[in-house]
């Protein structure tokens, strides 16, 4: 069994040192010990365009802190932030570990409709993580819309998406969300700010987790700061898997970018 606490904060724009404030008091008031904390997309700053003013570097404050607070709370780490790296501008999400050992993923999918691609580099690989015996996959808010992307090739157990999804479009979020864990035969996580950025932008949050069978297994309350800690049973993921192993009717394919 493993134990995954699902932060969902309301996201002040563009300041890094008072939303690393205000998470520190989210994760020390969490009350019990979990393996994997998940914050949103962005978390220190909102989805912003402002890549190139608000870049950090590799190793920088919001890295420092998320090692420091994976040390004291003894768990996993992850969100994704500005990095500025050899020249260019990623959304970059850290899973950051004990021991300031981390992996990152580059969100591949970039929101045109709000100029993403025009402040950001696009990521070319995916990244699988390994946390007690779980195998996830994580991966950033658009990426959520590509099925291809996010297809399970029996390489993980649980899809993880963290984002900065807008209000207009929870209804999509949910459905989305619930089609990944069916398809995939995975458990599929969503984690979402709430607040309204600096554009005008409103978020609702909606943050929550489906199991391989598309059931809901937890929801946050909507409009509302918040925190759920959830557990994942890879005993019963394998179970559904071999009782009901579409896994092995689904069709070859290569990505090609």
């Given at each position: 069994m493993l134990t995954i606490a699902l932060i969902q904060p309301d996201i002040i724009w563009e300041n890094v040192d008072?939303?690393?404030?205000?998470?520190?008091?989210?994760?020390e008031g969490m009350g019990e010990p979990v393996d994997v904390i998940l914050m949103p997309e962005l978390f220190t700053t909102g989805f912003t365009m402002?890549?190139?003013?608000?870049?950090?570097?590799?190793?920088?404050?919001?890295?420092?802190?998320?090692?420091?607070?994976?040390?004291q709370l003894h768990c996993n780490l992850v969100g994704s932030i500005?990095?500025?790296?050899?020249?260019?501008?990623?959304?970059?999400?850290?899973?950051?570990?004990?021991?300031?050992?981390?992996?990152?993923?580059?969100?591949?999918?970039?929101?045109?409709?709000?100029?993403?691609?025009?402040?950001y580099a696009k990521g070319r690989e995916q990244v699988i993580i390994k946390v007690g015996g779980f195998r996830f996959r994580p991966l950033?808010?658009?990426?959520?819309?590509?099925?291809?992307?996010?297809?399970?090739?029996?390489?993980?157990?649980?899809?993880?998406?963290?984002?900065?999804?807008?209000a207009s479009k929870r209804d999509v979020w949910s459905t989305l969300l619930k089609a990944r864990a069916i398809e995939n035969q995975a458990y599929?996580?969503?984690?979402?700010?709430?607040?309204?950025d600096g554009m005008g932008i409103e978020y609702t949050g909606d943050t929550m987790a489906y199991d391989a069978k598309g059931n809901k297994i937890s929801s946050l309350e909507p409009d509302k700061p918040g925190i759920q800690i959830i557990r994942?049973?890879?005993?019963?993921?394998?179970?559904?898997?071999?009782?009901?192993?579409?896994w092995r009717d689904a069709d070859p394919f290569t990505l090609e970018d």
């Open positions: 008072a939303n690393l404030d205000s998470c520190t008091k989210m994760l402002q890549s190139r003013d608000l870049a950090e570097p590799m190793g920088g404050k919001t890295m420092s802190w998320m090692a420091a607070m994976a040390e500005i990095i500025g790296d050899r020249g260019k501008f990623f959304n970059r999400l850290i899973w950051m570990q004990q021991g300031n050992r981390y992996h990152y993923y580059d969100k591949h999918h970039l929101f045109r409709m709000s100029g993403e691609n025009d402040h950033v808010c658009y990426d959520l819309r590509f099925p291809v992307w996010s297809r399970n090739r029996q390489d993980y157990d649980a899809l993880v998406y963290i984002a900065n999804w807008p599929s996580i969503g984690v979402n700010r709430v607040g309204k994942l049973s890879l005993e019963d993921l394998n179970a559904f898997r071999d009782k009901f192993p579409a």
